[in-house]
Nanobody, 129 residues
C-alpha cells in the first residue's frame, strides 16, 4: 500500500482559499486513483473529489463544484486540492485516499470510503465566518 501525508490545512476566512497537498510514497503513484474526503466530528467521512490515474478525469460532489479543483503531479507523487470561495460548511478534517485500478467500476465512480485502501492522517481546515 502507498503511504500518504497531507499538508496545507489551516484557518481561513470565508471567501478565502487554501491548497491542500498529499504526498505519496512506497508505491507506484500512477497506479492509484486519488481522492479527497472530509469529516466533521460526529458525522460520516464524506467524499469530496477524485482524479483518475493519469489525471484527465475528475469528479466532485455538487457542493464543491466550481470552487474546488483536484489535480495531480505524477512526477512528484503528489495530489492537490485547490479550495476557493471557502464557506464555513467546508470546515472539516480533510483526508487523502488512494485505491489502485480504474476510475470506474460498472459505470460508477468510486466514492465510498470503504473502496479506498490507503489513507493519510488528515489535515484540519477551519473556515471562519
Amino acid at each position: 500500500q502507498v503511504q500518504l501525508v497531507e499538508s496545507g490545512g489551516g484557518l481561513v476566512q470565508a471567501g478565502g482559499s487554501l491548497r491542500l497537498s498529499c504526498a505519496a510514497s512506497g508505491g507506484s503513484f500512477s497506479r492509484y486513483v486519488m481522492a479527497w474526503f472530509r469529516q466533521v466530528p460526529g458525522k460520516e467521512r464524506e467524499f469530496v473529489a477524485s482524479i483518475s490515474r493519469n489525471g484527465p478525469t475528475t469528479y466532485y460532489i455538487d457542493s464543491v463544484k466550481g470552487r474546488f479543483t483536484i489535480s495531480r503531479d505524477n512526477a512528484k507523487n503528489t495530489v492537490y486540492l485547490q479550495m476557493n470561495s471557502l464557506k464555513a460548511d467546508d470546515t472539516a478534517v480533510y483526508y487523502c485516499a488512494a485505491r489502485p485500478g480504474p476510475f470506474y467500476s460498472g459505470g460508477s465512480i468510486y466514492t465510498d470510503k470503504r473502496q479506498f485502501e490507503s489513507w493519510g492522517q488528515g489535515t484540519l481546515v477551519t473556515v471562519s465566518e
